[in-house]
């Protein structure tokens, strides 16, 4: 049972590997990236917090080849799960350069100097200390190697409008914003991570030594728009439904009261914009029913690398 007071922990990410996460991305702009990383003079690649490998998955087939890849993950789950993952997209892989293992990514199980390539997608966000896993992947990346981060600013999410709140009342808006502001406050009061880390990340990379820095944005909203036919609207709108239904992702009424409360929120703040953003899904959820609802679904997802001297 969960003590009192205590912040609901699930493994990582636990509530986002649904099929949405396999949207992410256009293939165009992984091909625009790879060639700007120059990933075809790799031959290694190590990706931390791998999860099931979607992200390494996406990144390997521009690896110079034969390549070597390891993922690293704390929770036994992903790292039992991946390998059937990785060799379902890539049968022809060579399976003795192919691993997953568990292991804490302030602690990496890996050598020193031994990769071409480390990378994470969603890592650092979850951390209390990035700037020590930062440190640990600075360790196993070879001098002159590539490090590649992905990392969000989530809180924006909560500013870009639908066809439902662009003429809400000022106010409501406001509560909504400043709801969601103590709650990623609250969060990273008790070491749940920064979910806007990305806005900071150059900033880091760039203290901690590294040269060639740059950022990039990624170019896929997820847009919505009737008559939600596309896979990834239709498994977006199937996973807001899902975490509604299950009380879980964003919808864990609990967990959000208590954070909003530890970032510095009142009870009377809370109250109020939870029962506004729980009548705001209804309304979303009747509009699209309606084939009425749209939004262009900005999100900043920074793509930020560097190189190791």
């Not at 806005?199 to 170019?219: E, F, I, M, N, T």
């Amino acid at each position: 049972m969960q003590p009192p007071g205590e912040i609901q922990r699930q493994p990582h990410s636990a509530e986002l590997f649904g099929e949405q996460r396999d949207f992410w991305w256009n293939r165009d702009f992984l091909d625009l990236m790879a060639v700007r990383w120059r990933l075809q003079e790799a031959s290694s690649l190590a990706d931390i917090g791998c999860g099931l490998g979607h992200w390494s998955r996406l990144l390997y087939p521009y690896l110079r080849q034969p390549a070597t890849l390891a993922g690293v993950d704390r929770e036994p789950r992903w790292v039992a799960e991946a390998p059937q993952h990785f060799r379902r997209v890539f049968p022809q892989a060579e399976l003795d350069a192919i691993s997953f293992r568990q292991g804490d990514a302030t602690k990496l199980p890996l050598a020193d100097n031994s990769f071409d390539v480390v990378t994470c997608q969603t890592l650092l966000m979850h951390l209390s200390q990035p700037v020590e896993a930062l440190r640990e992947m600075l360790r196993i990346l070879r001098p002159g190697g590539f490090l590649i981060c992905v990392e969000p600013s989530n809180l924006w999410n909560y500013m870009a409008f639908t066809s439902l709140t662009e003429d809400e009342p000022v106010e409501v808006l406001v509560r909504r914003f400043e709801f969601w502001l103590r709650q990623h406050r609250g969060r990273m009061a008790v070491g749940l991570g920064n979910h806007s880390l990305g806005d900071l990340l150059p900033g880091l990379l760039a203290g901690l030594g590294l040269r060639d820095v740059a950022v990039h944005q990624a170019d896929r909203p997820a847009s919505l728009f009737p008559p939600y036919d596309t896979p990834a609207q239709k498994a977006l709108i199937e996973q807001e439904q899902q975490w509604k239904n299950s009380a879980t992702g964003p919808w864990n009424r609990d967990d959000l009261r208590r954070l909003v409360l530890l970032g510095g929120g009142s009870e009377a703040l809370f109250e109020a914009a939870f029962a506004e953003v729980v009548e705001k899904f209804r309304r979303e959820q009747d509009a699209i029913s309606a084939k009425a609802f749209h939004a262009a679904g900005g999100s900043i997802n920074y793509l930020v690398s560097a190189r190791k001297p």
